[in-house]
């Protein structure tokens, strides 16, 4: 078995540790959290890079809702090349910053440059490496506070998994503190049941399909993204992977679609966007044949995979059980192809914690 898959496995348990941690620090999150979240023009901006960003993509619609207040995910990446762009507005603002190792360049500098360039800045920094730079840094910060994740989610496979999922989790549950531990059991337990049908996606890497294309709305648009990279990370390219929205697909990306394509489409919980979705879904049913269009749904299971239990939870939550499909999907493909999943670049052509980044310092 590999570490990756392993990561993938451990994921209903890490889920429920990481909330039991977060739990026993409630009042500590709460002390800090409340007054930030109190100020009526308050920015939250989501941050991280690679799939640290879509974590962020995946909560910034259901946060921005749920909290009645601009959040918005912006990559570390975009931070660190254009700060005076993302910060032109200065404005009270919570950072909030996703990183499995906290050791990446662009981590640190996102950090620093939203001090540089805000008067008033607070960070929540949610990471995997108690040992990483970015935790080093904020934990002992006046206007800092670092939750860590249990220690199983610093993944030691090339791709992020465990990390993402307990990242996204945790945010969730401390910027949206009504919500509880019987939540996490709940996405827990769904799933359980996605990884106790692993097999079931051995039909889609036997068909050797050339292209991927992954299909969600809202916080599952940013799920989408995430599918994608997890794919063309654990086939190291060779299976080509997209994502969009089910109708931004149809302006012109739709031009991917061939015999050997195989279409994802995420389907939303929310009555009015699913109706999209399932539009979306029959067309491609029509345009590609049934069998290679693979529809995910908590509501329905007339011809798709149906993820039990989580019919009523938010589309940000529902991202998680989705996503075990997407990771199970992407290991699948990168064994059937020869790739090593815990290390598909042995050449070192692309790292598991980025290279070669110079942090430029900011003029005046």
Known sequence: ?????????????????????????????????????????????????????????????????????????????????????????????LLVSFARSGDSPESVAATELATTCLRSVHQLVITCNADGRLAREHQDAPSSLVLLMPSATNDRGFAMTSSFTSMLLTA?????????????????????????????????????????????????????????????????????????????????PKAVLGERTLAVVYVSNDPYTRRYDEDIAAELQAAISPENVLIVDAQSSDGAWHVDGVAAVDDALLALPYVVIAQLLALRFSVALGRMPDNPFPDGEVNRVVQGVSIHPLEP
């Open 172 to 252: 969730w549950l401390a910027l949206a503190p009504d919500e509880n531990i019987q939540l996490t059991d709940q996405l827990a337990t769904a799933a359980e049941q996605v990884l106790a049908r692993a097999d079931d996606v051995a039909p889609y890497a036997d068909r050797r399909y050339e292209r991927i294309v992954y299909l969600g709305s809202g916080a599952l648009g940013g799920l989408a993204r995430e599918s994608a990279l997890k794919l063309l990370e654990l086939t190291a390219g060779k299976v080509i992977s997209y994502f969009d929205t089910p109708l931004g697909f149809r302006h012109g």
């Open 1 to 93: 078995m590999t570490v990756t898959y392993q990561e993938v496995l451990q994921q209903p348990s890490v889920w429920r540790e990481a909330a039991a941690m977060l739990a026993a620090r409630s009042d500590e999150v709460a002390a800090f959290l409340k007054p930030v979240l109190a100020r009526a023009d308050l920015r939250i901006v989501l941050t991280g890079a690679g799939t640290s960003a879509f974590a962020g993509e995946v909560l910034a619609p259901a946060l921005s809702r749920k909290l009645r207040r601009r959040v918005e995910a912006i990559a570390t990446t975009d931070i660190v090349s254009n700060p005076r762009e993302i910060f032109a507005e200065d404005v009270p603002t």
